[in-house]
C-alpha cells in the first residue's frame, strides 16, 4: 500500500473491509488507519456546541474559553487515538493445527517502531472466540496469541483482524485491517464408530518390540526413528556421539494398517473421523501403524512426525 490509486483510496471497501490479504509484515501507517467519533464522541461534540451557542447568547467569555479549552483537548485526543496505532507492525508467528470444532492457536508477532509505548490495542475478528486486548513499549515486540473458531477440516484461510484503540479519551475510535495471506491447517474431528478390522502383532522379543515395552528392563541401544523421546538415557548419550534409548522387552509390538475400504460403508467425513481416531489412539498405545487411502499410502511407523504426517493426509482429502 505504499502507492494507492484515486479509485482505491476512495473505495468504500477500503473503508470497511481493507484491500484483501498481503504477505507479511504489515506495517500501520497513515494509509492504513481511519478514526472516527466514538458515541462518547459525539455526545463531547454536542456539548461543546452548546457551551458555544450559550457562550455567543450571553457574549461570556469564560464560556467561550472553556468551549475552546474542550474543543482543543477533543483535536489532541485525535492525535493521541491515532498514534496509539501508528507504527506497530504485524507478522506471522506459531501456527498450531488443531481438530476441527477445537479453537486454533495463532500467534501475531507485534513490533512498536514508534517512540510510544501503546495502550489498550485490541484484536478482533468475527472468527476469534474473544476479542484479544494488549499493550506494548516502545520499541518492543511482542507475541499475541489469538484464538480462530474452526468447523471443518482442511486448509482454513487465515481470516481478516481488525486493530483498534479509544486509547486514551474514548472519545476516538481508530482502526485498521490487518488481513495475512496464508493458511492454517484443521485436523479431521476424531470420531469413534467401530474397531479396526486388520490388526497384525509381532512376537515378544526385544528387536520385535523395538524397545517399546514397559515390562522388562533389556539393555540400551542407538536411538532409532520412531522410538519415544521418554526412552532416551540422557546421561549416557552425553557422553556418545548419538543419543542412547533404553530397551525393554516382554511386550507386543501391534501394528495395524489402517485402510479407507474399512470405513467405505461409512459416509465420508464420517469415515475419515474414524481413521484419525484409529491414530490418535495408536499413537497413544505407542503401536505401529500405516494408511491406505485411495490415491496414496503412508508406510507403517510410529512418533509424533509420523501422526502429524497421516493426520495432514487426512485433513487434505477432497471434501464429500
Not at 33 to 56: D, E, N, V, W
Not at 83 to 110: M, Q
Not at 189 to 218: K, V, W, Y
Amino acid at each position: 500500500m505504499n502507492s494507492l490509486s484515486l479509485k482505491q483510496r476512495s473505495s468504500l471497501q477500503r473503508f470497511f473491509r481493507g484491500l484483501g490479504a498481503e504477505a507479511a509484515p504489515i506495517l500501520l501507517n497513515r494509509r492504513r488507519i481511519f478514526i472516527l467519533p466514538t458515541k462518547h464522541g459525539f455526545l463531547f461534540a454536542l456539548l461543546l456546541l452548546l457551551l458555544l451557542l450559550g457562550s455567543m447568547n450571553y457574549n461570556n467569555s469564560l464560556g467561550f474559553a472553556l468551549t475552546f479549552l474542550l474543543a482543543s483537548l477533543g483535536n489532541l485526543g485525535i492525535l493521541s487515538t491515532y498514534r496509539n496505532l501508528s507504527g506497530l507492525e504485524f507478522s506471522l508467528g506459531k501456527k498450531d493445527p488443531c481438530f476441527a470444532g477445537d479453537p486454533l492457536s495463532l500467534s501475531l508477532l507485534v513490533s512498536n517502531h514508534s517512540t510510544n509505548n501503546q495502550f489498550s490495542v485490541m484484536v478482533e475478528s468475527n472468527s476469534l472466540l474473544e476479542p484479544a486486548r494488549f499493550d506494548i513499549a516502545a520499541n518492543e515486540t511482542k507475541s499475541v496469541t489469538v484464538y480462530i473458531k474452526t468447523q471443518l477440516r482442511g486448509q482454513m484461510p487465515i481470516p481478516r483482524f481488525t486493530l483498534s484503540t479509544k486509547f486514551p479519551l474514548n472519545l476516538f475510535r481508530a482502526w485498521a485491517y490487518v488481513h495475512f495471506e496464508g493458511q492454517c491447517l484443521v485436523f479431521p474431528r476424531p470420531l469413534h464408530l467401530r474397531e479396526p478390522i486388520a490388526t497384525q502383532t509381532n512376537g515378544t522379543s526385544t528387536q520385535g518390540d523395538r524397545g517399546r515395552g514397559a515390562d522388562d528392563f533389556a539393555g540400551f541401544r542407538h536411538f532409532q526413528i520412531g522410538d519415544s523421546p521418554r526412552l532416551i538415557y540422557w546421561k549416557k548419550s552425553t557422553h556418545e556421539q548419538n543419543l542412547i534409548s533404553k530397551q525393554f522387552g516382554g511386550d507386543h509390538l501391534t501394528e495395524h494398517w489402517f485402510d479407507a475400504r474399512q470405513v467405505s460403508d461409512l459416509p465420508i467425513e464420517k469415515g475419515i473421523s474414524q481413521l484419525c481416531q484409529w491414530i490418535l489412539r495408536a499413537e497413544q498405545r505407542h503401536e505401529a501403524y500405516g494408511l491406505r487411502l485411495v490415491q496414496q499410502e503412508i508406510p507403517i511407523g510410529s512418533g509424533y512426525l509420523h501422526q502429524q504426517q497421516c493426520l495432514t493426509c487426512l485433513a487434505l482429502l477432497p471434501h464429500g
